[in-house]
């Protein structure tokens, strides 16, 4: 029971982590701080999530008319859910 309570505060802790990454590279992208240090550590760390959505999303016919890339923000938002399911249930 205590490995298992372990673990699952450690899942939590990796997807706020990843949550706060998520959104810092939302806000670093607003700011257009294009080839800056932080944004490059901050695709390295997040791309590997962002990237199946972002394919997900160029299949759909209405995404892939926008030229505006939402990829980032949809995964937070499923990212945000993930996390709030987690912790409702954790043990």
Known sequence: MIIANMISNTVLAALF????FLFVRVFVNFLMLEGSPIEQFLYVFTEPVVSPVRNKLAKSEFFSSIPADFSVQ???IVLM????????FQI
């Open 17 to 20: 982590i990843l949550g706060v």
């Open 74 to 76: 949809f995964t937070l």
């Open 81 to 88: 859910f993930v996390y709030m399911i987690l912790a409702i």
